[in-house]
């Protein structure tokens, strides 16, 4: 698992990848007031 952040105008995005290398991107976005971390958020990603 990679994970790491960006900024992205003058704001800070954490990212984490999921799954197999070689698997379909997909891309999750929980934003607002709710991080990566908030419940069922990682669980959806696998």
Sequence with gaps: MA???VE???GVVVY???GPE???V???TPGG???KDYG???E???
Excluded: C
């Design 33 to 35: 007031r709710f991080s």
């Design 22 to 24: 070689d698997g379909e």
């Design 3 to 5: 994970e790491g952040e």
């Design 44 to 46: 959806l990603a696998e």
């Design 26 to 28: 997909v891309v999750l």
């Design 8 to 10: 992205v105008n003058g």
């Design 16 to 18: 984490e990848f999921v």
């Design 40 to 42: 069922g958020v990682h």
